[in-house]
């Protein structure tokens, strides 16, 4: 295997890692689960125009990343994996 395909996945895990645990202050466990995909995707997408507009106001990539790992979750129970 690749190992710059391990060093990126532990970027994205760590990242999303933190973001959850940062958002633990905000939000209560996994409400997550029970927001709608493209509810999920507008956030995201707010994440990443915030990002490119020069806001740092927060870490936007993160949050974006966090947002699409939480879509990808959703989908993979919803296909019972």
Do not use: F
Not at 16 to 43: F, K, P, R, S, Y
Not at 48 to 63: F, L
């Amino acid at each position: 295997m690749n190992p710059e395909y391990i060093k990126l996945a532990q970027i994205a895990y760590n990242t999303v890692l933190a973001t959850m645990l940062e958002g633990e202050a905000t939000h209560q466990g996994n409400e997550w689960q029970e927001v709608d995909i493209n509810t999920h995707l507008a956030h995201e997408a707010v994440h990443c125009v915030k990002y490119m507009e020069g806001d740092t106001s927060e870490d936007h990539i993160g949050h974006a990343l966090t947002r699409l790992c939480m879509i990808k979750a959703l989908q993979n129970s919803k296909l019972g994996a």
